[in-house]
């Protein structure tokens, strides 16, 4: 199966940084995949999470300075993590350490993420309505922030629009009308059009 565009291999083993109420690690779990564990703070998606794998998965409730999480995730050689919208909610130091003890442990390690596109007029709707941010992207930004944590091989790329019900299915013109209008406006002022429009930019790095 592929998480935007990337693929993910049944042999490796799956961490879901911020599982939510673990609809991913349920549609993979269906293909015959399975999650290594699924790391969610919030106590109530906690709950629901439990209440839908049992022990097949390890569920933890804490953050990723959690000692337990580094004595588990440690026994491993191969490590993915995946970050879905979660990547700009966690401390700079907090994730730095946390890739940088993994690096010391000599772990190959490969994460494949979304987080909102600071270039966007959407994303920023996205970025800004949300005040659990702590940081907020652009491709350039994302990229030499991975690079300081360490990460070498990094692809980003802008998330294609997705119809996924009748509200997304409304605002399919209008979200390219307002880009079309953006992309005339940089092309006649600065020369050159602006690319990354799409409200979310996925990324995969590796260790």
């Known amino acids: 199966?592929?998480?935007?565009?990337?693929?993910i291999f049944k042999n490796e083993n799956i961490i879901e940084v911020g599982s939510g109420f673990g609809d991913l690690a349920k549609?993979?779990?269906?293909n015959g995949y399975r999650f290594l564990c699924l790391i969610e703070p919030d106590k109530e998606k906690n709950k629901v999470l439990r209440s839908l794998f049992g022990k097949s998965i390890h569920i933890i409730n804490e953050s990723l300075s959690s000692k337990n999480i580094r004595a588990m995730i440690f026994r491993y050689s191969n490590i993915t993590i995946i970050m879905q919208d979660v990547i700009e909610h966690i401390p700079p130091n907090?994730?730095?350490k946390f890739i940088a003890d993994l690096k010391n442990q000599n772990k190959k390690i490969r994460l494949i993420g979304r987080t909102p596109n600071l270039t966007s007029p959407f994303g920023l709707r996205n970025s800004f309505g949300d005040n659990t941010h702590i940081l907020r992207f652009n491709n350039i930004s994302?990229?030499?922030?991975?690079?300081k944590a360490g990460f070498?091989?990094?692809?980003?790329k802008a998330e294609p629009?997705?119809?996924t019900g009748i509200v997304s299915f409304f605002r399919?013109?209008?979200y390219y009308f307002v880009l079309t209008i953006i992309f005339l406006v940089f092309l006649c002022i600065y020369g050159f059009?602006?690319?990354e429009l799409t409200p979310n930019i996925v990324f995969e790095a590796k260790v």
């Open 27 to 30: 549609n993979f779990e269906q």
């Open 193 to 195: 059009p602006i690319k």
């Open 172 to 174: 399919f013109l209008p």
């Open 94 to 96: 907090e994730f730095k």
């Open 142 to 147: 994302l990229e030499d922030y991975l690079k």
């Open 161 to 163: 629009y997705q119809i």
């Open 1 to 7: 199966m592929n998480l935007y565009t990337f693929p």
């Open 152 to 156: 070498s091989e990094i692809h980003i």
